[in-house]
């Protein structure tokens, strides 16, 4: 079949594509991503026209406003993008970075070397800007990528490639080491996820169904998480104010993404100082909010919660709102209802901290601060991939680290074994 | 089915147990172990006995003499498993210890924090005393394990199994964190690898049949080597005399296992002068050599190698030589044959051991020693469970360490995303 021959041959031209990025100089990757930064700015016109042709179809398509917005890109995207492209530029290679060398008895010395993973497929929906900005991250940690789009941005996403293949060809790289799905048909999905000789690792970004999708049908290692139940605990020993802010920007300062809190739990003890105040302030911003019974009693004419809120990801100004008897209450709640993503406590009490940060299982544990800095940048890692909650390689948000393995190196001068 | 049922319990169960585990303190983990070990010396002969139920029964279905010594336990069997078990008792625990602190420029202080995976299945065949190995292993980093071994080692493992299950128990710890997988029947396996709401990570041991079966069925991440076909590279510019040393003890001192060496690749200048005194050991070893078209016109009379013998993992006293023009050949073949697992060059130039090191994709990469040096014990890793040639989370041998993950610890006071 067709799509099965493009798709192995797309999968294999990156494998070998692979081999001359993970051994090239960081100032020539440098220069490629300096280059396709340029030529997105020049270029803009041609990724508008292309643009356009995918914004006319998901009109005749009858695409809903929120994915006709994501799907659009202008003059900031643009810039966006190209600024992404230069800051990755910026950052510090990870390959070929060693730590500490361990000296074995036999004189040995043994080290770690970061090294590139390979062919990375990344299956993703809809905003075209994911094309640049997963490029750039491969790239840089010296990985050949494969990118799937949604089917609704194919040519604008062919336009990007056709950029970042310019960009690579412009400092002597293959540009089959970032390579565009170039066909709608979802067949091609499957193709891929069962290249596992020739493509590493999958990343699949997007709704919790495509996600489930990727995880049944590969036979590659998928990072990714289904979705982010994220949990704020207000505890007895709060400083309410505090807690006051950082729930309130937790929930309000981003509600449509994966770290933005979905339920709130309180210690019964300051639940009746606590709760008015907050739900007023929630209000005012157009929060609804769904309560425990408790809940109910201390903001009466709230809407009840039931038994769909509580593992709920609204992505939405909704808040789900339970007082909890205890700090296990609240623990066994997160695990029992959490997505592994974040979760936050907020707490005076030194014990407590400590005990919520050892003992909740979850990606990023906050003591103190809002959910909403489960994020690749504000932690530091520069940009990021994408956020696992698989445990295995990466927990939690994904940068240049993440994208490369490493392999160990044994100094010796004539050791055998006995 | 009743497999089915009792197979999804066990995972149930272990996902509870790894919770208990994953919480508890070093010096319980540790007291466990020990019991473990005064245990099996105690209850010596009540696993001679049941051991000696699958000798009979391996005797009756004419299992091979290899495979009847593997599955034999002595006197010896259970010293080293109650010495292997002391020795992981007295490793640092991973669980809980953290890296550098970095702080953010809004006051965030933000680190990561080493936790177990979960839980753990480990499918293996024949030797009883990995059940041991593995549980230790496995208790040690905090993990509950799900241990299922060859059915012709049943008997021994369950009496083993019972052996773990006592000494966790006597320090209050469930006996469900290490649990073995009582049935023969195929089926059990297949149950396991879709257990992926309990079961975190498979990690499979054994021929490369039973690894392909595991890949190919699991749900669940598995971190596995098919094998190891490992190359020595003596370079123009080595000392011929260690070349020799290492060169031998890769072959011959240990030749069952995956990091021996299977193919010599010899630059062609030094050839002549190192091949004649070479072989002339290896024969006195007992090895075959199967040569290149160029090594048999150094080496008159040796048996010419075929296609079939530059994948080949031999695991016997055989050994594949190739004269390559250079260092690029050398590389190239390694690129071609290799399985990702051990790569040694000799020489003593540092360009090309730095070159090596560099662009050579293989777990270990050795610049003068011997390949047998991969393995967790001899790398400094204290002992291991296997060694991983997947890319992702864990690539080279794993001990405790790659048996944990680390989720980000952020403490703040008071921050909020602006």
Known sequence: MDIDRIIRQMARDAKQAAGVISRCATAQKNQALTNMADLLEQQAETIFQENRKDLKRAGEAGLSRAMVDRLTVTGETIAAMAGGIREVAAYADPVGTMGETRVRPNGLRVSKMRIPLGVIGIIYESRP????????????????????????????????AGIIGQALESVGLPAQAAQVVPMEDRTAINVLLAQEDFVDLIIPRGGEGLIRFVVENSRIPVLKHYKGVCHVFVDHTADLQMAEGISFNAKVQRPGVCNAMETLLVHEQVARDFLPAMARRFESAGVELRGCPKTCAILPGITPATDADWP??????????????????????IARYGSNHTEAIITSDYRRAHRFVRDVDASVVLVNASTRFNDGGQLGLGAEMGISTSKLHAFGPMGLEELTTRKFVVLGDGQIRE
């Open 312 to 333: 709920a990801e609204y992505l939405d100004l909704i808040l789900a709102v339970k007082v909890v008897a205890n700090m296990e209450e609240a623990m066994a709640h």
């Open 129 to 160: 800007n994911v094309t640049i900005d997963a490029a750039g991250l491969c790239l840089k940690s010296g990985n050949a990528v494969i990118l799937r789009g949604g089917s609704e941005a194919l040519h604008s996403n062919r336009a990007l």
